[in-house]
């Protein structure tokens, strides 16, 4: 999407000069013929595509590159910088169980089981159904528990974990049926 | 506080009614009673049952027999030592006895001489322990009915101030330093506080001591009840209009022994909100395993050390009491480990922040408030939902993402990243995608600029007149604000924390900034909440994602750099990276000074190497100290940056620093 929007202001801009406009403040003139532009539009079009990476300013980052100071750092325009990740959480409820469904961050695994710390949630709701959401995750955290408590059988709750593949550059979901 | 035929010594904890023994084991005194204590020799004094007389009795628990003479035939059971003189006064009712002073002042003439004052015919009451008061000279008594007397010890009379409301051998009665009168029943052991300084002076239950048959106390009426040196007391942390401080009769629990607690340990403080002088966090016994929503179960996960009972509290009208219709655990049997309980929020229960308190005792009835022998109080504050509700937290519901800006902006700055620094967490509550509450809560960590800022969130997307202004709450460091926090004459919803954060912190002595300068460490001074509920049907995709849109804006009045030729004001504002601007701001401020943003492409507030004044880290960070480059603070940070988040991707993380390039409190 981003590339085609400028693709489009490029085009725009080319198309301007190609139509000897000088800029709009200056210029009471009358604007050019529309038919004028409609055919060069058609020439423009089919050149630009290379040339406009090319004319786009933006610095690429390089990878490699060491710099002394974060001044001369360079960045894509397009990333964000959010030490984060999105996560797809959904959960399969088989029998419509009125359940409480938690995402958490700390938990233990111990000699009674899970821990959950529910101070550490994401993600606390009522479930009657399915459930589906989206997370987003701090970079630090790479193991995340889902804990289910049905109303009906308060002493057997579930949990279940998910481990981050740091390796993957899928989407991240963490799916319980 | 002395018992038993055999006599045993006791200390007690009148705080908490927590007592233990003190006497040696091979004392093999018999019974004492009328015990005093004196402010002018820190000696107890008891009349001794064996010897038939006073005794001395030492901090060795040495027992010294005193002769005195004009002694009657019979043991006394009501004494104590005045305040104001060094006189022990002895009292027994009837026309054979009556109330009699001894003077332990070896420089007086009548130096242990048993003086009657009067006949126990004509000051006849059935008290069975009496106390002075810490100043007025008078001696305090309640009677087996209730009855409250303010005697003088030398006339002999007496008035009768009050009925506390309370019956009973009141055996073992002790003054504060405050003017409290304590009064220890033998039958329950319940200790009452009256207060006597007020006009008609009433019992109010205090704490569950020890019962007895027989039953003497003494304390030095001029100290303070609760040790602020080694305190053994627990107490909670709600308010005080909840009943937490000792002034209030605050919930308290004394640690004693320290074997029944909730989770894994607790702590001891002279009273609430006071620091334990420890990092232990002892509030660790309670897991809300599924959320609190009105009219819904609840379940709990409560860790005992040991076998006692559970009696826990919600607040659920938000009244900051907890009533007695609010008892949502009522002497719940818990044994040690995990115990799983499910209890009902009310369906009135109101939406929003409030107030819980667990207590754990082997006593098995326990109100709201008062002190009691063992066991612990934990408060937490929780939020009731409206039924069915899907709360997201970003980072997580009790840990802080943080903001930090540069704010030279439209010039590069030197990239210290601690201009400003705030911590921050954010909370949607949604009922089938149906946008209820948004909660902000966040601390203003450091500044480390002189320019003056105002801080602010817009949620993008959501309209002002979306906004249900008559619940809407606002708070500056747990204060509600008169001020709305919504900006007038917007028609997005705009949250202006402050409009100059120089008003709320101030730089530490000898320091240029807050908390950003090394040795300019001092606690966090602004912390701020904000809950937001929402007029009906707010689609929740119709509003942005976390983190909405944080943004500082240049306070009214105060210069920026040199691109502006005046004072911009709100209409300067600095974003994260690619984040449109408000309608307040002045869009042709864009694109000045180092400025590249591009709207065209939806790009803002980044310079020409794609770099922003801003960023957002979804976690504690320890911001760099002052004028030192993020780079040597966080040395992956670059490498994060021009992978375009491919590698070291925890960059920000406290083992990812450089420890002597952070700022350290």
């Known amino acids: 999407m981003k590339l085609t929007n400028i693709t489009l202001v490029s085009m725009m801009s080319l198309l301007m000069v190609a139509c000897g406009g000088g800029g709009s403040d200056s210029a009471p003139e009358p604007a050019p013929a529309p038919a004028a532009v409609v055919e060069e539009v058609a020439v423009t079009v089919v050149e630009t595509p290379t040339e406009v990476v090319v004319v786009e300013p933006e610095q690429q980052p390089d990878p490699d590159a060491i710099y002394d100071t974060t001044a001369e750092l360079i960045a894509a325009k397009s990333f964000m910088l959010d030490p984060e990740y999105e996560l797809t959480v959904s959960y399969q409820n088989q029998n419509s169980r009125s359940a409480y469904l938690s995402v958490c961050t700390e938990f233990t695994e111990g000699q009674n089981g899970i821990k959950v710390s529910y101070d550490s949630c994401l993600l606390r709701t009522s479930v009657d159904s399915d459930y589906k959401g989206k997370l987003m995750v701090a970079n630090d955290q790479n ?17 279940e974990i998910w481990e981050n593949d740091l390796d993957s550059n899928d989407v991240r979901k963490f799916e319980v049926n | 506080m002395i018992q038993d035929k055999i006599a045993n010594l006791y200390s007690v904890q009148l705080a ?87 003077s332990l002042d070896e420089t007086t003439s009548d130096y242990l001489q048993m003086e009657k004052v009067v006949n126990g015919s004509t000051l006849n009451h059935a008290i069975y322990d009496f106390a002075f008061h ?26 009768k ?141 409560i860790t005992s050390s040991g076998g006692g009972f559970v009696n826990a509290w919600v607040d659920s009208d938000k009244d900051g009491e907890f009533d007695a219709d609010e008892q949502i655990i009522t002497a719940e049997a818990v044994t040690s480990g995990s115990n799983v309980v499910a209890y009902d929020i009310p369906t009135w229960a109101e939406t929003g922040a409030t107030w819980t308190r667990f207590r754990l005792s082997s006593e098995q009835n326990l109100t709201p408030i008062g002190g009691v022998s063992d066991g612990e109080v934990e408060d937490y504050p929780i939020d009731i939902a409206e039924q069915n509700v899907t709360a997201m937290h970003y980072p997580s519901s009790d840990t802080w993402a943080t903001l930090a800006f540069e704010d030279n902006w439209p010039l590069v700055g030197d990239y210290d990243m601690n201009d400003l620094v705030v911590h921050y967490r954010l909370s949607s509550y949604d009922v089938s995608g149906t946008l209820m509450r948004v ?59 402050g409009n100059d954060l120089w008003d709320f912190v101030t730089a530490g002595e000898n320091c240029k900034f807050y908390r950003t300068e090394s040795g300019c460490g001092s606690n966090i001074q602004m912390t701020f909440s904000l809950e937001i509920p929402m007029e009906a049907n707010v689609n929740k995709v119709d509003v942005a994602d976390f983190p909405y849109d944080p943004f500082i804006f240049a306070s009214e009045g ?17 974003h994260l990276k690619n984040q449109a601007p408000t309608e307040a701001f002045q869009a042709n401020f864009l694109g000045r000074g180092d400025d590249a943003s591009n709207a065209t492409n939806g790009e803002y507030f980044i310079n020409e190497n794609g770099m922003p004044w801003a960023i957002n880290i979804p976690y504690e960070w320890k911001h760099p100290l002052e004028y030192m480059d993020i780079k040597y603070a966080y040395p992956n940070f670059h490498s994060f940056v021009t992978s375009s988040g491919e590698l070291n991707v925890d960059w920000f993380t406290v083992e990812k620093s450089a420890p002597n390039n952070v700022f350290k409190q």
């Open chain 2, 161 to 301: 101030l009050s009925n506390v409301g309370e019956a009973g051998v009141f055996g073992a009665v002790y003054f504060d330093v405050t003017g409290n009168l304590y009064i220890s029943r033998n039958s329950d052991g319940n200790i009452f506080r009256v207060n006597t300084n007020w006009d008609y002076p009433v019992a109010e239950f205090f704490a569950y001591g020890p019962s007895s048959s027989n039953n003497d106390g003494a304390r030095c009426a001029l100290a303070p009840i609760i040790s602020q040196e080694s305190p053994t007391t627990d107490f909670g942390d709600a308010p005080d209009s909840y009943g937490s401080s000792i002034n209030n009769n605050g919930a308290r629990h004394d640690v004693g022994e320290g074997t029944l607690f909730l989770g894994e340990a607790v702590t001891s403080e002279p009273n609430a909100y006071a620091d334990n002088g420890t990092e232990v966090n002892d509030n660790d016994g309670i897991q809300f395993v599924t959320g609190v929503e009105a009219g819904k179960t609840a379940i709990v996960d």
């Open chain 2, 16 to 102: 908490t009614g927590f007592y233990e023994k003190s006497s040696p084991l091979d004392w093999n005194q018999e019974k004492m009673n009328a015990l005093a204590f004196s402010v002018h020799d820190r000696y107890l004094y008891a009349f001794n049952y064996y010897y038939g007389t006073i005794v001395r009795i030492g901090s060795d628990f040495q027992v010294a027999p005193i002769s005195l003479s004009n002694l009657p035939d019979k043991g006394f059971y009501v004494g104590d030592i005045s305040v104001n003189e060094n006189a022990y006064y002895l009292y027994r009712p009837g026309g054979s006895y009556g109330l009699y002073r001894v």
């Open chain 2, 134 to 159: 810490p100043d007025n000279g008078f001696a305090y008594a309640v009677d087996r009915w209730g009855n409250l007397w303010k005697i003088n010890v030398q006339a002999g009379t007496s008035v």
């Open chain 2, 439 to 497: 909660k902000i809560e966040g601390e203003v960590v450091a500044i480390g600029a002189s320019y003056h800022n105002g801080f602010a969130f817009r949620l993008p997307g959501l309209l002002r007149s979306q906004v249900d202004t008559g619940r809407l709450s606002f708070k500056i460091n747990g204060v509600e604000q008169s001020v709305s926090p919504l900006e007038a004459d917007t028609d997005e919803a705009i949250f202006i924390i």
């Open chain 2, 558 to 574: 105060h210069e920026r750099s040199y691109v502006f030729g005046e004072a911009p004001g709100r209409r300067y504002e600095i």
């Open chain 1, 143 to 159: 193991r995340l528990v889902m804990a289910i408590w049905y109303l009906d059988d308060t002493k057997n709750p579930r949990y």
